[in-house]
């Protein structure tokens, strides 16, 4: 991440997201290292891009992973390899503390989900356990279906 440009935005529910701020000094949309209510206003935004970032995850809505992606300039989606797993989303932090666990694990029964179906054509980097994601390209590959 560090070879990518400066102002370069991670988006990411995955609890990795906490280390890319310290490690790569580059931003991430929303991370649980963060998710804390110290201000109703900050507290309010944050629960807002939780929503949205986990709505787009897992739609099957093409264009609603556009749109997200445009609205707050994603150049990178950084997902775990089991993200699409109920145990992963009956586990992860940030789902759970929104209320969208049900919502999440419902839309996993829907096998048009468009994310997952990118991310062999749209991925920048993988190690073992995650994949990071190329936000243009999966904008561009969104289209085509």
């Excluded at 804390?36 to 809505?61: C, E, I, K, M, N």
């Excluded at 999440?104 to 990118?118: K, R, S, T």
Aim: glycine share 2%; charged share 20%; hydrophobic share 40%.
């Amino acid at each position: 991440m560090q070879q990518q440009p400066a102002a370069s935005l991670v988006v990411s529910l995955d609890k990795e997201a906490d280390n890319i701020p310290t490690f790569s000094q580059r931003s991430t949309l929303v991370a649980q290292e963060y998710a804390f209510p110290y201000h109703w206003g900050y507290y309010t935004q944050f629960r807002q891009r939780v929503l949205a970032l986990s709505a787009a995850q897992y739609s099957s809505d093409p264009q609603q992973l556009r749109q997200f992606i445009g609205q707050f300039g994603a150049d990178f989606w950084l997902l775990d390899k089991q993200s699409f797993t109920p145990e992963y989303v009956t586990e992860n932090r940030l789902l759970r503390e929104f209320s969208q666990t049900d919502r999440v694990l419902q839309g996993l029964e829907n096998p048009e989900l468009v994310l997952p179906n990118l991310i062999a054509s749209c991925t920048a980097l993988e190690t073992d356990s995650r994949v990071l994601l190329d936000a243009h390209c999966i904008a561009q590959q969104s289209q085509l279906q």
